[in-house]
């Protein structure tokens, strides 16, 4: 069968297609309208991103970007920031060719949020390109904005007529995480959404998702036979699951201060990766399949009942980080020195089904950490040793297989071995997969591969409400169960000196059960 490039650009999922796999995803026709082009996402993830799609050939040659902002910019103003987003943090090689390709469909609308008259001009922007270079209406709109500012804009977009591309175009909204608060307010979200666009044309960027190493997690998984036969509560102790930063809140007082770490990471990434961890074999990778079986994860989950033995969370006092001396967190500037906002976070989480019954998942995540590291540990049962005597085996730990997600992205398989020498001697030793080494092409960022799959309208990556929704059910309980703690005066995050491991409450968590939480 010969096909022609427009008809390879309509395909959203190449993996249903076994004789065309191979062949690369390219968007066809679109453009894109980006809100909140000034703040540090934009700039270092998001504008890099498009450039590396394009520098890979995977944009359409007429492709465009509008900036949406209140700032008197002209068009080469937002250019000349794009570039030096681009020259800054892209991932591939800048080329000149690309590049005055590309600024050719970039276009700049200053305006505000709430106003009619912007608005419009925005709708003549998207009119001019569809001209000019030929996007046939399909846009994406990506809210790259604070979420109180959600509906303001969805409303003018649906005011305005930009929502609806017509009977033979699309438009798209893109929502930035954290999505809500709360359960309450995240179904208030959604509906705000929803009132205007429908389920399908909703994406939630979770960029953990986007991570090659994290899909690695399902490859591994279901693509050998190796691993699936021992990866349930008969063979593994339990799960650990870690995403630690070496730095603190930086510049983001006035974002981080009042929704702290449990928010920001475990409701989002930590938990979506303890789904992936658990999940049942799906029946295919489509996006529904996928649903489906992390759905029946986050349903199953249950929280022990003494929250107060098994949660714990901490503020980062002033320590050594990165070889220099660093504030705590309520040194830092603009937070207050009352502020009960945590900056580590850690939770037991048990899935109630037959695969996992009785095996916990500890999730934890901190700022100002001994590192920068996110990884999955799956920890397995000791076995017997019946053959040896307790000296040759003191050495020995639990046996894992260890997701490296960032920044040495790969798999470490831990297992016992012997000393060489006279005597019978047993120590770890580590099997290493690193991406780095294996492959000659470089692994895309996350934004690359979720951007592009917006504009393919390819969906497995991102989660659903039904999963936002039972994140935040999970979440919840240990958040009023903080906040009453707050208010009674009886517990506030424990200090931790910055540059370690977090607090001893979090260390006693896993000591209660006998283990303990692995160095990185």
């Not at 681009?86 to 090689?93: C, F, K, Y």
């Not at 029946?296 to 714990?312: F, G, I, M, N, W």
């Not at 994140?471 to 703690?485: F, G, M, N, R, T």
């Amino acid at each position: 069968m010969t096909t022609t490039g427009n008809q390879r650009a309509s395909w959203t999922n190449p993996l249903r297609d076994p004789d065309d796999r191979r062949l690369p995803r390219i968007a066809g026709p679109c453009g894109l309208v980006l809100f909140g082009v000034t703040g540090d996402l934009a700039r270092k993830k998001v504008m890099p991103a498009i450039y590396d799609l394009a520098n890979r050939g995977l944009l359409p040659p007429g492709f465009s970007l509008v900036g949406y902002a209140r700032r008197d910019w002209a068009h080469q103003d937002f250019a000349q920031i794009v570039h030096d987003s681009v020259r800054q943090h892209a991932r591939t090689e800048f080329r000149e060719e690309v590049w005055r390709q590309l600024a050719e469909g970039f276009r700049f609308v200053s305006g505000d949020f709430g106003d009619d008259a912007d608005f419009d001009k925005l709708r003549r922007t998207i009119e001019e390109l569809d001209e000019v270079r030929g996007t046939a209406g399909n846009h994406a709109f990506y809210l790259s904005i604070p979420p109180k500012f959600f509906g303001p804009v969805i409303d003018q977009l649906e005011e305005h007529g930009l929502s609806d591309g017509g009977e033979h175009s699309w438009r798209r909204v893109v929502v930035e995480k954290p999505f809500g608060h709360d359960l309450e307010s995240a179904r208030a979200l959604n509906a705000t959404i929803n009132k205007v666009f429908p389920p399908e044309s909703v994406f939630r960027i979770d960029h953990y998702l986007g991570k090659e190493t994290v899909q690695n997690i399902l490859a591994m998984r279901f693509a050998n036979n190796l691993f699936e036969p021992i990866w349930n509560a008969n063979y593994v102790d339990h799960v650990q699951i870690t995403m630690a930063e070496d730095i603190g809140i930086g510049g983001r007082a006035g974002y981080y201060d009042g929704i702290g770490a449990a928010r920001d990471v475990i409701q989002n990434h930590l938990l979506q990766l303890m789904a992936l961890v658990a999940m049942e074999e799906p029946t295919s990778f489509d996006a529904a399949s996928l649903r489906i079986e992390k759905q029946k994860v986050l349903s199953s989950v249950v929280l022990p009942r003494r929250l107060d033995l098994y949660t714990a969370r901490g503020q980062y006092a002033a320590g050594w980080a990165g070889g220099e001396q660093v504030n705590g967190y309520l040194d830092e500037d603009d937070i207050k020195n009352t502020s009960t906002t945590e900056t580590f976070a850690a939770i037991r989480v048990d899935v109630e089904t037959r695969r996992w019954a009785g095996v916990p998942f500890y999730l934890r995540t901190g700022k100002r950490l001994g590192r920068r590291v996110t990884e999955v540990a799956v920890v397995f049962k000791r076995a017997p040793h019946l053959p040896f005597t307790a000296t040759a085996t003191e050495d020995l730990t639990h046996n894992a297989i260890v997701f490296r997600i960032q920044p040495d992205e790969g798999a470490t398989i831990r297992f016992g071995s012997k000393v060489p020498g006279s005597s019978m001697e047993i120590r770890d030793v580590n099997m290493d997969f690193a991406y780095g080494g294996s492959f000659t092409e470089a692994s895309p960022e996350a934004y690359e591969r979720l951007i592009l799959d917006v504009l393919l309208g390819d969906p497995p990556l991102f989660p659903q409400q039904d999963e936002v929704e039972l994140s935040w059910k999970i979440l919840d309980p240990v958040l009023e169960h903080w906040a009453k703690q707050d208010a009674a005066g009886k517990a506030k995050p424990e200090q931790y000196e910055s540059g370690n491991w977090g607090p001893e409450s979090a260390h006693a968590m896993l000591a209660r059960d006998g283990r303990v939480w692995r160095r990185p």
